[in-house]
């Protein structure tokens, strides 16, 4: 069932960028994944939306950027420098309990999107 909703998805040549947004509100926590084909679904980056305490994976570090608005309806995830190895189905995900020791594991999200698709071509 989908819980959230993505948005922003689309290709992009080598270098370029995009901007996910996904509408949610009420949750402790948010965070983007995504899934290549045939790889298992990595942690990219996460918000802690009460402190606003942000974490990325050691991939994107420098590069994407996750944000939220102000009113916290809606979080981001600012996509920069995009690589032909960025190209996955990216989620959404967000949970309602405020601590969770691992901000990048997935089991640590109860609630998720239906993705949405990048594309980078070199």
């Known amino acids: 069932e989908v819980q959230l909703v993505e948005s922003g998805g689309g290709s992009v040549q080598a270098g370029g960028s995009l901007r996910l947004s996904c509408a949610a509100s009420?949750?402790?926590?948010m965070g983007w994944f995504r899934q290549a084909p045939g790889k298992e679904r990595e942690g990219v980056a996460s918000?802690?939306?009460?402190?606003?305490?942000?974490y990325y994976s050691t991939s994107v570090k420098g590069r994407f950027t996750i944000s939220q608005d102000n009113t916290k309806t809606t979080v981001y995830l600012q996509m920069n420098s995009l690589k032909p190895e960025d190209t996955a189905m990216y989620y959404c995900?967000?949970?309602?309990?405020?601590?969770?020791?691992?901000?990048?594991?997935?089991?640590?999200?109860?609630?998720w999107g239906q993705g949405t698709q990048v594309t980078v071509s070199s």
């Open positions: 918000i802690y939306t009460s402190v606003v305490s942000t």
């Open positions: 009420g949750y402790s926590r």
């Open positions: 995900a967000a949970d309602l309990r405020s601590y969770y020791p691992y901000p990048l594991n997935r089991d640590g999200y109860n609630y």
